[in-house]
């Protein structure tokens, strides 16, 4: 029986001078973008760039698909509006606070569902996450259906101004990018390393003596601390927490993300989270629709392109380079 | 009349019953879920959307054709598992040899182009569908009053969990479904149609959603949404019943059913939240479910 054998790219084909350039060519970009953008729709799009990358972290790198991520995202979301605007704590230390609420919850999803795998692990953390849901739903701090409002976007440093947007954008770009930075830390450590172990081989990599289950429990809680950090980010930069981001649909929203950039890729999951934000925002007045069309990219990116768009893309330029080397 | 732990008997009983409907839908749901897990190795997503679909075609089946409720209860699992024979044969074939999760993920985009579709046609508010003449109407039982439609909604659901389990494990062609489960080549060698098999099978799981679509188009309103919070549940059900188990499947949907019916008269806001809760219990005790074998 097959359990872990999702399609994943290759290392990266971007030879090694290549990619300080790329990256510096996108951080100019995004330095450049709010004056050209509006910076309301480029923080909604860094807030789940983070989120899809720590989805990644566990799909990609660890093999293991979770269909509950929302309750890291959304949770954090409430736990960081409740501090900034009941306990009137500043932006930094709310958005530790949602971390540290990701990193328990993730804790404990992981303790729960780490018995089972595959396809089970992601119906236990769907349940699980249903939990986290209906406690949103019912509680007192969370203000049922009208969520968390007027969250105060206040910082710890006097000298930063987070009411204005085009600051606010800049400060959620610097949290995203050590978010990002640590992701890419752990997948290159040998701890990542091992993880792609054990997504390629799970029994092997027991076999050599790893404590399996304790590296996929770490994956597990990572992923969910970051998911967190993604989740407090968004409620600060909007001001608000709401049913929505703690919502089913949102752990599906995070998968289809990380599948259309391309699953096991290092920016894959920012380009989804772009194309997918996109998607919401201009054809808004289509309404449902974009539900419908989103069903139809799910089941497009299955049937044809499993490793998403970045993956088709590397291995496009493997297979030329191949062709060109001969 | 005597209270129990200080709950009047009728308020039990009654919600009692309601925990044995709720229940007969999560068997009737899971049952399906399982014999098409059995075969295809796919956890159908699409399945609250199937159910969905058929109380949605018994409603059209009234409202554009004046076709009633008794001939609905066949013609739309018949219409419903049709399409489910097609999306089987066109799309779902397509990935049996690669990781289940995709099979998943396949179904989900499929249940949610469905779900989009029918929001888009009929908006999220519930159309009523009345129950038929025979069934409406209340049986009084001096201690309390019973619902005929309830009453048969228990009675239906679990003839058809009966009738399923039969026909899997004691008929000719159920015994060919089992042999396929465990080896599809080798049942393939011996001439069985396997691939004919899966399709028929799928179409059947389906087929059983969009029958208690049906039962439960008079219970609750005819909605888009109806189906998609349930399913969150019924995989709940599966895991702790033990998935690919036929009777596992049975005794957990309405086991868990009755549960949460009593969840509601001793702690009313944990009624949503008892089978989840009993999904973790489950879990540390028993990983594989209730019947499952552990793989």
């Known amino acids: 029986m097959v359990s872990n054998n999702l399609t994943i790219v290759p290392a990266a084909t971007v030879t090694d ?11 100019a970009a995004a330095l450049v973008a709010p004056f050209v953008v509006y910076p309301i729709f480029l923080m909604n799009v860094l807030c789940f760039a983070l989120f899809a990358c720590a989805f990644n972290l566990l799909m990609g790198f660890a093999g293991i698909l ?12 409430y736990v960081s509006a409740h501090c900034a605007k009941e306990l009137g704590l500043p932006a930094e230390l709310s958005l530790v606070a949602g971390m540290a609420s990701g990193a328990i919850l993730g804790a404990v999803f992981g303790w729960v569902a780490i018995r089972r795998q595959g396809i089970y692990f992601g119906m236990i953390t769907m349940g699980l996450a249903q939990i986290v849901y209906f406690i949103a739903l019912q509680a007192q701090f969370t203000g049922g259906e009208d969520g968390i409002q007027g969250v ?11 009411e204005n947007d085009r600051t606010m954008y800049f400060f959620v770009l610097v949290v995203f990018l050590l978010g990002f930075v640590a992701i890419l830390r752990t997948v290159n450590s040998p701890f990542g390393h091992l993880l792609k172990a054990i997504r390629e081989n799970e029994p092997r990599a027991a076999s050599l003596g790893y404590d399996v289950d304790r590296f996929k429990f770490l994956a597990f809680v990572l992923s969910a601390t970051l998911s967190g950090l993604a989740g407090a980010l968004k409620a600060i930069a909007f001001q608000l927490a709401t049913l929505t981001d703690v919502e089913f649909f949102m752990s599906g929203e995070v ?40 069903g139809a990219i799910f089941i497009i990116c299955v049937l044809a392109f499993r490793k998403g768009l970045i993956g088709e893309f590397a291995a496009l330029m493997e297979r030329r380079a191949k062709r060109a080397g001969r | 009349m005597i209270p129990i732990l200080n709950i009047p008997t009728d308020v039990l009983l009654g919600q009692l019953l309601l925990g044995l409907i709720n229940g007969s839908f999560y068997a009737i749901l899971s049952l399906g879920l399982s ?26 089946l009234l409202t554009y054709f004046g ?32 990781d289940h999760i995709y099979g998943f993920l396949l179904t989900y985009g499929v249940a949610l182009v469905i779900e989009s579709i029918f929001r888009g046609q009929y908006g999220v508010s519930g159309q009523p569908y009345r129950a038929p003449a025979l069934l409406s109407g209340v049986i009084d039982l001096d201690f309390m009053v019973l619902p005929i439609y309830r009453l048969w909604v228990v009675a239906a659901s679990i003839a058809v969990c009966a009738g399923t389990w039969l026909i899997i494990e004691k008929t000719r062609l159920g015994s060919y479904l089992r042999a396929a489960t ?14 004919r098999m899966i399709m028929i099978t799928y179409g059947f799981g389906v087929a059983l959603a969009a029958f208690a679509g049906v039962l439960a188009a008079p219970l ?8 998609s919070n349930l399913m969150v549940v019924v995989f709940a059900v599966v895991v702790i019943g033990g998935m690919g188990s036929i009777g596992g499947s049975i005794v957990a949907g309405f086991g868990l059913g009755i549960l949460e019916g009593l969840t509601k008269v001793f702690y009313p806001p944990g009624s949503n939240l008892v089978v989840f809760v009993a999904m973790i219990l489950i879990l540390t005790l028993r990983p594989a479910g209730l019947f499952g074998k552990a793989r």
């Open chain 1, 17 to 27: 001078y290549q990619v300080p350039l790329l990256a510096g060519m996108a951080l």
């Open chain 1, 66 to 77: 979770s269909f509950g991520h929302a309750a890291f995202f959304g949770g954090a979301a």
């Open chain 1, 152 to 162: 105060p976007r206040r910082s710890m440093l006097p000298f930063i101004n987070l």
């Open chain 1, 255 to 294: 998968v289809l993300m990380t599948l259309i950039g391309g699953v096991g890729t290092i920016i894959g999951p920012i380009v989804g989270a772009g194309i997918l934000i996109a998607m919401q925002t201009y054809l808004a007045e289509f309404g449902t629709w974009v539900k419908a069309v989103q």
């Open chain 2, 35 to 60: 014999v098409i897990f059995g075969l295809l190795n796919i956890i159908n997503f699409t399945h609250g959307a199937q159910y969905m679909m058929g109380a949605f075609v018994s409603w059209m």
């Open chain 2, 67 to 98: 076709i009633g409720y008794w001939p609905a209860l066949l013609i739309s699992p018949v219409v419903v598992g049709i399409t489910g024979v097609i999306l089987e044969r066109f799309i779902l074939r397509r990935i049996y040899d690669i």
């Open chain 2, 182 to 195: 465990e080896r599809p080549v080798l049942v393939r060698a011996f001439g069985v149609n396997v691939p």
């Open chain 2, 220 to 227: 609750y309103q005819v909605s888009s949404i109806m189906g």
